[in-house]
């Protein structure tokens, strides 16, 4: 079953929780969507995980498009959504709509994710009006790092929780059809995804929330710089690929890899008429 906005609103409608992973590639963004994930975000996390930067901020829409398009290519029945990276939305409406526009036609994403809260109102509104459905992200906005002083839990104090409140609302009343809450107390998300009538999906923001995300190679243990709090390792990928690489190397040095299954034959008078 093809997921789209109002198959995920209808989950939320019904209680049933929504699985997202992010994914940046076409081989994994297959095998996510065989296994019946709901909804594949292409994150800027990539920038993290597969460029090995320190933070999100340098990704391009250059990298955008280049990974939507082959999560996209890989994906028959998850809802992709792809995110916009720093300054393609911040800097104008005009920019928002453009660069969203882009991530759609060239990424062939269904959606796209912007970071902000009533400040990206405008940018939401418009973005939706121009038929492109819009993910809102609050709390711990990590294209924000630098404002916020580092990668914190967001929404503790009262005045910053009624401000996580009021965003909550303002995105939904702008358009957005979700909302991902990032490093939220688990008993505010709760709160703010009983006030919304849009699914929210967590992500270190407890059980409460319609759904959740997870970068995929934090899941399976194959990112090994730091671990937040809020990962857990679903499998060991990781050590598996290690031993893998390492059992390959062993074969290739004891001369066993490649076999002679794995070897393409030719007639031996053809190669007697080459001495
Ligand atoms: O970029 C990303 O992967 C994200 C999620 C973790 C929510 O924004």
Known sequence: MKHTVSTVQKQKERGEKIAMLTAYDYSTAKLMDESGIDMILVGDSLGMV????????????????????????GTKDALVVADMPFMSYQTSVYDAVSNAGRLMKEGRCQAVKLEGGKALCPQIKAITEASIPVVAHIGLTPQSVNALGGFKVQGKSEEAARKLIEDAKAV?????????????????????????TIPTIGI????????QVLVYQDMLAMFSDFKPKFVKHFADVGSMMK?????????????????????????????EKLY
């Open 50 to 73: 597969m460029l090995g930067y320190e933070d999100t901020i340098s990704v391009t829409m250059a990298d955008m498009i280049h990974h939507t398009a082959a999560v996209s290519q």
């Open 172 to 196: 939904e009343a702008a358009g957005a059809f979700a909302v991902v809450l990032e490093c939220v107390p688990a008993k505010l998300a709760a709160m703010i995804s009983e006030m919304l």
């Open 204 to 211: 270190g923001s407890g059980g409460g929330c319609d759904g």
């Open 243 to 271: 031993s893998g690489f390492q059992a390959y190397m062993e074969e290739v040095k004891a001369g066993s890899f490649p076999a002679e299954e794995h070897t393409f034959r030719i007639d031996d008078d053809v190669i």
